[in-house]
């Protein structure tokens, strides 16, 4: 009995896992512009821009999938993994035409994209050099969480890409 409970609870576990690492690598599959980023929006829609914040790419992700990426989106932080299960809940990104994924509209924009956004004291506007540069000076090659404005400063640094999440803490933006 008690290994049945818990075969069923590894199951479940494997499952939830498998789903997580579908979804970050269907996220990591989008195509992209190296000079730009991308943004999970909270119309469970996740958007890669250029940085005239054209959509070159998306994926729409339904709730399971949502829920499933949020520690690895939330970077661990607990109060934002709260916010996004509260933002995300009751969303399916399938229900989202291509119409308003290729052409969101400005509250479904990452801060940085939207009319009188300004990059004056924005962390994540360092530029990719610098902040390849930092990474380096640190000896590390652990990319994940570090705080990004392109895609290509993540490449440089071994990671996918750099994703912005939701606008909570608005203007960061971190590799994954
Ligand atoms: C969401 O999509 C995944 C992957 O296709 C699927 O396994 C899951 O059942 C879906 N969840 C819902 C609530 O539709």
Redesign the pocket.
Known sequence: MRTGILALTMATLSIATS?KE?TLSHIRQLQLDPEGFVHAADDGVVRSFRPDAQVVDYIKL????LMSVIPDLAFHDADFQAHLVEVWTDV?GNDVDDEQALHPSEELLPPRLRAGYSAVDDPAAASPSVAARAALEKKTLFCAGRLCSTSYACQYMRCSLCIAVDMYIPTVMRCI
């Open positions: 789903l579908e339904n709730e399971t999938q399916d």
